[in-house]
């Protein structure tokens, strides 16, 4: 299973690099929003551009950055000079009509798409034929409103499967660390982990009292 971590925040994309075990990065337009230190729309584009850069810079990996617009036209010329950046760019799109549109196009301009905002198999089955080579499927919003976001998750898991479909699927909107495992037992190709929870997955109290009576056990 691949790890991805779900952030713009360059120290926290550093300090998880540094642990190797990090294979991708996913953004989107809330979390450029919260490292962005611009306020004047006219340099936001190139404040973005800026922290992909860098994020390319430091993970070797798939790094998803996301369009703004809602017609395919513009959200092709938008993934052009996003993927100029970078050859490990791939675009993130919104599920929409115009959005397909834009998956279909970009894939006879071999650029990688991640089509975001799924909340249904059906979906992640149109994103997938129109060619993109990520879906995102957001279980924590739907546990959020009360529906199980992992039957969303294994519903994908056993279409792709039945169809032989090779679109990755990226567990995202991930809320605890259960969610990545349950994830990875239903044979998702990866989940994208906010920074927080990458650590909530390294510690466990009982490590660290076993840690902790080591080295007391050493020193006396
Ligand atoms: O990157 C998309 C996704 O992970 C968003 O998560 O927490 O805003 O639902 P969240």
Redesign the pocket.
């Known amino acids: 299973m691949k790890l991805f971590i779900?952030t713009a925040n360059i120290d926290e994309i550093k300090k998880a690099s540094e642990l190797g075990i990090i294979d991708g990065v996913?953004?989107?337009p809330?979390?450029i929003s919260k490292v962005s230190k611009i306020s004047k729309d006219t340099d936001k584009k190139s404040d973005f551009k800026d922290i992909i850069k860098k994020i390319c810079d430091i993970i070797d990996g798939p790094i998803?950055a996301e369009v703004i617009s809602l017609d395919s036209e513009t959200m092709i010329r938008e993934a052009i000079e996003l993927a100029q950046i970078h050859k490990n760019i791939v675009i993130?799109i919104p599920m929409c009509s115009q959005g397909l549109k834009a998956v279909k196009y970009l894939k006879t301009k071999n650029i990688k798409t991640n089509v975001?905002?799924i909340f249904s198999a059906q979906q992640a089955l149109l994103a997938s034929k129109a060619g993109a080579s990520y879906v995102?499927p957001?279980l924590?919003?739907l546990d959020?409103i009360g529906q199980t976001g992992l039957i969303l998750i294994k519903d994908i898991v056993d279409l792709f499967l039945a169809q032989n479909i090779k679109t990755e699927i990226i567990c995202?909107?991930?809320?605890n660390p259960i969610h990545v495992i349950d994830c990875g037992k239903l044979g998702a190709h990866i989940a994208?982990v906010?920074y927080n929870i990458l650590n909530q997955m390294i510690e466990h109290p009982m490590t660290s009292i076993g840690i902790d009576k080591f080295l007391k056990d050493w020193n006396n």
């Not at 995202?172 to 809320?175: E, G, K, L, M, Q």
């Open positions: 779900d996913t953004t989107n809330t979390l998803s993130k975001t905002l995102s957001f924590g919003r959020d995202a909107s991930i809320r994208t906010p």
